[in-house]
Nanobody, 115 residues
Framework: QVQLVESGGGLVQPGGSLRLSCAAS????????MGWYRQASGNQRELVAT???????NYADSVKGRFTISRDNAKNTVYLQMNSLKPEDTAVYYC?????????WGQGTQVTVSS
């Protein structure tokens, strides 16, 4: 079973920062695309950022310039540095890895941005 474990979520004030981490089981994920998605209450899950094994990144327009995705292939870990957080960033954030045609998801970590 592929396992993804997210951590780093929490409550932060607007303008603050959080760093999310996602550790994947095994050692076969270094060549697989990984990403972060989020789902706000009552909304569909949406893409936040993706990163290829080579480090190419893609961001949703809503987070571009504020969030940074990175990965450590040796640790099978992907990170999401979130700066200048806004209340609309509040959501459950999910880690994702795509292996061929299959998508695997973590359990999610709650990020709440509020005064």
């Amino acid at each position: 079973q592929v396992q993804l474990v997210e951590s780093g979520g929490g409550l932060v004030q607007p303008g603050g920062s959080l760093r999310l981490s996602c550790a994947a089981s095994g050692s076969i994920f270094g060549i697989s695309p990984m990403g972060w998605y989020r789902q706000a209450s009552g909304n569909q899950r949406e893409l936040v950022a993706t990163i290829t094994s080579g480090g190419s990144t893609n961001y949703a327009d809503s987070v571009k310039g504020r969030f940074t995705i990175s990965r450590d292939n040796a640790k099978n870990t992907v990170y999401l540095q979130m700066n200048s957080l806004k209340p609309e960033d509040t959501a459950v954030y999910y880690c994702n890895v795509k292996i061929t045609v299959l998508n695997y998801w973590g359990q999610g970590t709650q990020v709440t941005v509020s005064s």
